[in-house]
């Protein structure tokens, strides 16, 4: 291992900080425009988002492996087994939970947000910004919830990826590994440093978030 | 209007620096000859492949991916066109795919063997057995419990094979399916003081961490044949026939088979070289 790690994080990091910022910019309108707006079958599309959570990684594994193989309907574009495959099926696992826990978050603000900002005489951006900020510690508690899901996940990453050294080896699918190889110390601490990454990420964003408040 | 810089911005902030960092160095590479093997878990953990892969990389200027996975599998994601050539182990199997017209250019690269292991006190008296099929027998009716690998593997094709000697595989209680490879499958025959088939290199690979002794082996029908298969081009438009070519040839060359032969663990070879007779021999 040794540097060998730092390539693995890199990849680990890349491929899911990528699939949860892509998320983001659908979940997050989404889950806002849902929790703002009412309309016909709501209630049963907010439980299908919320049962949806419950997605196995390995069944998205298996529907975005179906998709991409060369015999798939999206074969001709040759990404199975690349960085951007798994990217796709962790898109596909963090849509759900940033949906659900933002639909959550702003619909915990309280209507006379908004009543107020339109009173004060916002524009229905400016009251839709009042009611984003006032949310923001749920959107980002979203962001958080779906970053740890798919960096945490295996079983998409190791079956659209394939664990290639070098190029799709994740922190995840090299404990997998390692684990098979009987090299319990190095995927305990593979582990730790994963941990220690996602602390880190944390307390930056902590420290953005502490300048405010 | 100060405060809102330092929280909303966060996101589309967030998001812009991540999208930055999204292209992928290593596809930009693609145009660099990159072939993909498929092969089984035991070529790899073994650490073969990381022993011989980096010489033929330099040599031929060709990055190999390698998708470990069982050898049924591996012919599967094969005939998808998922991969440009497999290492694999079950002869059988493979004649049928090159029959099938997906794969073409079989070669043999090298051989071991398979062999029973199990709890070192050997409680179902397997080590006194005349023959693998007298092995079989007495496992079945000492009531050892077997440990299979229960994945479509070369390895399981193999001892579903030899099940067929003795009319079956043991009753349920006495059968336990891993569906995991053959690290792992060791693992649980140890764990549970039970027995299991493996190949000779993942033995010796892990077989030192465990508490498991060979009970039978040095049959025949344990032999247990790697060969190569490139991906039949005219199946598959995308293959990238003439690199995965070279990665066969050079395999089957006697600078590939004497590295082979070199890769050993604790003083005996793991895997040894097929294709070509080499100086001595």
């Known amino acids: 291992m040794g540097l060998e790690v730092f390539e693995i994080l890199g990849v680990s990091l890349r491929v899911s900080l990528s699939a949860v910022a892509l998320a983001t910019l659908v979940s997050v309108p989404t889950g806002f425009l849902l929790a703002v707006s009412s309309f016909r079958g709501k209630g049963p599309l907010v439980t299908t988002i919320n049962?949806?959570?419950?997605?196995?990684?390995?069944?998205?594994?298996?529907?975005?492996?179906?998709?991409?193989?060369r015999s798939g309907p999206l074969g001709a574009f040759g990404i199975l087994y690349t960085p951007t495959a798994m990217i796709i099926g962790q898109f596909i696992l963090a849509l759900p939970i940033i949906t659900a826990i933002t639909y959550a978050a702003v619909s915990g603000v309280d209507v006379r947000v908004r009543k107020t900002a339109e009173t004060l005489g916002a524009g229905p951006w400016q009251a839709t910004w009042m009611v984003l900020k006032v949310g923001r510690l749920g959107i980002i508690a979203a962001i958080f919830a779906g970053f740890g899901r798919v960096i945490a996940e295996v079983g998409s990453a190791i079956m659209v990826g394939g664990n290639i050294r070098g190029y799709t080896r994740t922190m995840t699918t090299a404990i997998t590994l390692e684990t098979a190889k009987g090299n319990f110390t190095l995927g305990l601490t593979l582990g730790l440093i994963l941990l220690v990454v996602a602390l880190a990420i944390n307390l930056v964003v902590a420290h953005f978030l502490g300048r405010k408040t | 209007m100060k405060h809102l810089y330092h929280s909303i911005w966060l996101l589309p902030a967030f998001t812009l620096a991540v999208l930055l960092m999204a292209p992928d160095p290593v596809a930009a590479e693609d145009a660099v000859a990159r072939i993909r093997l498929a092969t089984t878990t035991s070529t790899d953990n073994s650490g073969l492949l990381e022993y011989l892969l980096p010489h033929f990389e330099e040599k031929c200027g060709i990055k190999v991916d390698v998708i470990a996975v069982g050898t049924g599998k591996a012919l599967k994601l094969a005939e998808r066109g998922d991969v440009d050539i497999?290492?694999?182990?079950?002869?059988?199997?493979?004649?049928?795919?090159?029959?099938?017209?997906?794969?073409?250019?079989?070669?043999?690269?090298?051989?071991?063997?398979?062999?029973?292991?199990?709890?070192?006190?050997?409680?179902?008296?397997?080590?006194?057995?005349?023959?693998?099929?007298?092995?079989?027998?007495?496992?079945k009716q000492n009531q050892g419990i077997f440990v299979s690998r229960g994945d479509d593997s070369g390895t399981h094709k193999k001892e579903r094979e030899l099940w067929l000697l003795v009319g079956g595989q043991p009753e349920d209680p006495f059968y336990l399916e891993t569906g995991q490879g053959m690290e792992a499958t060791l693992r649980v025959a140890h764990e549970k003081e039970a027995y299991t088939l493996t190949d000779r290199g993942t033995f010796l690979a892990v077989g030192g961490q465990l508490d498991l002794a060979p009970v039978f082996q040095g049959d025949a029908r344990l032999e247990n044949l790697y060969s190569i298969i490139v991906v039949n081009p005219a199946r598959h438009g995308h293959v990238k026939y003439l690199a995965a070519m070279r990665l066969l040839a050079w395999l089957t060359s006697p600078e590939g088979q004497t590295l082979i032969g070199g890769f050993r663990k604790e003083g005996e070879i793991l895997f040894h070289p097929t294709a070509v007779p080499l100086k001595g021999e």
Do not use: C
């Open chain 1, 51 to 69: 049962t949806l959570m419950a997605l196995p990684t390995v069944v998205v594994g298996l529907l975005v492996y179906i998709l991409l193989s």
């Open chain 2, 86 to 139: 497999i290492l694999v182990h079950a002869p059988v199997a493979e004649l049928a795919f090159v029959e099938a017209g997906w794969g073409v250019n079989r070669r043999a690269v090298m051989v071991n063997d398979f062999l029973l292991v199990g709890p070192p006190a050997d409680p179902a008296n397997l080590k006194n057995a005349g023959s693998l099929a007298d092995a079989l027998q007495k496992l």
